[in-house]
């Protein structure tokens, strides 16, 4: 077996030595810290014992040693599971909606780039969004929802949809309306990465491919079927992947949208991020927190491992 493995390794001995640093930094980076993560996850890391480290106790005994993890999960009197079970709802609605919008709306985006000129240009316009800073677009995106002097309500003043009473526009940054006053954003920043990506699939294709369907009598919609959608499918696929991955993830547009230092968009808008954050640092307990982290850790690489078990002959097409 280390025979097996030793041999590629002297075959390849100068790409090895290239690729050397960059291992070891990945190791010390990514490896080390995630250790870590999971040994804190074990411990009864709260304010009391915070100058201990690495060196506190464990759980303490009844709930054994994945106590943290059992109560984050189990235990309704928890204020870590409170607020988690509604993050969890939250973000997968998040996630799915934004994901799936951009997915769309990105597709929709290329296809009418190729059909008008100085491509280039627009391309470089409609993705400009993306290159916007997250925590920027959620500090601005806040100011725009405000209920009395935000862009949006003052908009829908002036096209007549609102009244004179302010005290009856629409309040974004609180109550039902806070989920979609966090998606929109999301959505207008994310969709110019799945354009960019799927513009670079379509260029990938074969004009001559078009051609020959068009001659053999394929109107446009059989030809998008038939040759646009296959052909697309790593490049959707790698679309879908980072839009999980992201949006799951998403900490910096709630934390500026919703202020105060926490990003809390009450039961409605408050994301896993951003309530894994509030549980850790403002109630001083590290081992909930790193359970929690290690718990999401776990469900994205369960979606990462569905994914290319999925998508895996499409990518493969691509060495």
């Avoid at 990514?30 to 480290?53: A, K, M």
């Avoid at 506190?56 to 189990?74: H, K, M």
């Avoid at 996630?95 to 296809?111: D, E, M």
């Avoid at 929690?292 to 999925?310: D, E, I, S």
Wanted: glycine content about 10%; aromatic content about 14%.
């Amino acid at each position: 077996m280390i025979h097996r493995l030793w041999r590629p390794i002297r075959q390849y001995r100068v790409a090895w030595g290239f690729l050397l640093p960059a291992i070891l930094g990945m190791f010390l980076v990514h490896f080390l810290p995630l250790v870590q993560l999971v040994g804190i996850s074990l411990l009864d890391s709260r304010r009391t014992n915070l100058g201990l480290g690495l060196s506190a106790p464990a759980v303490g005994e009844g709930t054994g040693i994945l106590g943290n993890y059992v109560s984050i999960l189990t235990e309704k009197s928890d204020p870590f599971h409170l607020g988690l079970v509604d993050a969890v709802w939250n973000t997968i609605l998040f996630t799915a909606v934004v994901t799936a919008c951009s997915f769309f709306l990105g597709l929709l985006g290329a296809l009418l780039l190729e059909k008008v000129g100085r491509k280039g240009f627009w391309r470089t316009l409609l993705v400009a969004p993306w290159i916007v800073p997250a925590y920027v677009v959620g500090l601005v995106w806040g100011v725009f929802w405000q209920q009395d002097s935000g862009v949006v309500n003052q908009s829908l003043h002036a096209l007549g949809f609102l009244g004179e009473d302010r005290s009856l526009w629409p309040m974004w940054l609180s109550g039902p309306l806070t989920r979609w006053a966090l998606i929109l954003p999301a959505i207008w920043r994310e969709w110019p990465y799945a354009l960019l990506l799927f513009s670079l699939g379509l260029q990938t294709i074969p004009r001559r491919i078009y051609e020959a369907a068009k001659l053999d009598g394929a109107n446009g919609w059989v030809r998008f079927r038939k040759i646009t959608v296959p052909l697309l499918i790593p490049a959707g696929s790698l679309v879908l992947l980072h839009g999980v991955v992201y949006n799951a993830y998403s900490f910096n547009l709630p934390l500026m949208m919703f202020g105060a230092g926490s990003g809390n968009g009450g039961k409605q808008g408050d994301l896993l991020m951003p309530t894994i954050f509030r549980n850790t640092f403002q109630r001083w307990d590290f081992g909930r927190g790193a359970a929690a982290t290690v718990v999401l850790m776990v469900g994205m690489l369960f979606l990462v491992a569905l994914w290319y078990r999925v998508f895996r002959s499409d990518l493969e097409k691509l060495r």
